[in-house]
């Protein structure tokens, strides 16, 4: 059983229903940007601009849960990022299935791009940083792109799942792109944004998967030399045409795949996170170190974790003197220089 997501107001409703009565809980009826927000940090939040997806990811249930893709209004999104700030609130999180297409269900007079979307959050007053996830590869345009060199607050980093790097399976997928045109998205980030963090999400042992399949993903992952990844053993999820595909791929051989991309991941993100060390960075505090209670821990806008000396209190902007970086956290010290160039 499964909820639908603008659907959480009736939850409790939901728990105490029947299974025939709990059929309407899955239609769209409302936001939960509407709702009273709870945030884990007083200066960041999550705000939701879509639910639901278009898209038909053999190995997703989203659709079939969350159904087609509904965007909230341009209105109600910056009114909601113009009251989180004035509630002291730097850092918002845009979220949806496939951020970038955002809008497109919107009617004529209220239609906007992402890109617009993104350029009018940045214009609000006390934003510091935006980030958002995911964006979709076939999705991703040139304005999106630029807008991460041009926009303050836009972060200079972008999530771009991969999935696999070979095009046939992409296509078992239904993914609705191809390792070329993944290839040349990449390509226009680094053009347009060199210092552009990048991560991205792998699947290995995907039904029917070959051993070449899976050279050309290892292959890509070795080229592109992302910043991060999250690497997944592919796991069947019932309900899903992925999961009834012929060509299961033996778990032993899943793993030893994994292991391997990991191995190209790990030592692709230190080699990229060495270009740090030596520069003084803009750091958001987060809060005390999680392996040494003595110093503290905050994000670079590249999205990597920084553990520091300093005396700086969580949600405070302070510039970091990067010494040392590994492929997944940077060390150094605050900075008492003023204001330097990231
Ligand atoms: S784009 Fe994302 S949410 Fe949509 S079907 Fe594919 S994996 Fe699922």
Not at 42 to 66: D, H, K, L
Not at 164 to 170: D, H, M, P, Q, T
Request: hydrophobic residues 35%.
């Amino acid at each position: 059983m499964a909820f639908g997501p603008g659907q959480v107001h009736k939850l409790a409703e939901f728990l105490t229903s029947d299974s025939l009565t709990a059929q309407g809980f899955f239609e769209f009826e409302g936001f939960t940007g509407d709702l009273p927000a709870k945030r884990t940090r007083e200066f960041q939040a999550w705000v939701q601009i879509s639910v639901g997806c278009n898209m038909s990811c053999s190995y997703c249930i989203v659709p079939a849960t969350r159904g087609r893709e509904v965007s909230r209004t341009p209105r109600d999104l910056v009114s909601e990022v113009e009251r989180l700030a004035l509630d002291g609130v730097v850092e918002v999180t845009l979220l949806g299935q496939n951020v970038n297409s955002y809008g497109r269900d919107l009617p004529r007079d209220r239609r906007i791009t992402f890109a617009e979307l993104l350029a009018r959050i940045d214009a609000i007053e006390g934003i510091e940083r935006i980030r958002y996830t995911s964006p979709h590869p076939k999705d991703m345009r040139e304005d999106v792109i630029r807008a991460h060199a041009e926009l303050p607050s836009l972060c200079r980093h972008i999530h771009l799942p991969l999935q696999s790097g070979s095009s046939a399976v992409l296509k078992r997928m239904r993914r609705t792109y191809t390792r070329e045109r993944y290839l040349d998205r990449v390509a226009m980030i680094h053009e347009h944004v060199p210092d552009c963090a990048l991560t991205t999400d792998i699947i290995v042992g995907f039904p029917g998967e070959t051993d070449e399949d899976f050279e050309q993903t290892l292959s890509l992952a070795d080229e592109v030399r992302y910043d991060g990844a999250f690497t997944f053993a592919f796991s069947p999820r019932r309900g899903t045409e992925a999961a009834t595909l012929p060509d299961q791929v033996p778990h032993e051989i899943k793993i030893a795949r994994l292991e391997r991309l990991i191995e190209v991941i790990q030592r692709r993100a230190h080699e990229r996170a060495q270009r740090f060390v030596g520069r003084t960075l803009e750091v958001l505090v987060e809060g005390q170190s999680r392996t040494d209670p003595t110093c503290l821990r905050g994000r670079t806008t590249h999205n990597k974790v920084v553990n520091f000396e300093g005396l700086a209190s969580p949600g405070e902007l302070v510039r970091v003197e990067i010494t040392g970086a590994t492929s997944q956290t940077l060390t150094g010290h605050e900075s008492i220089l003023a204001r330097a160039a990231s």
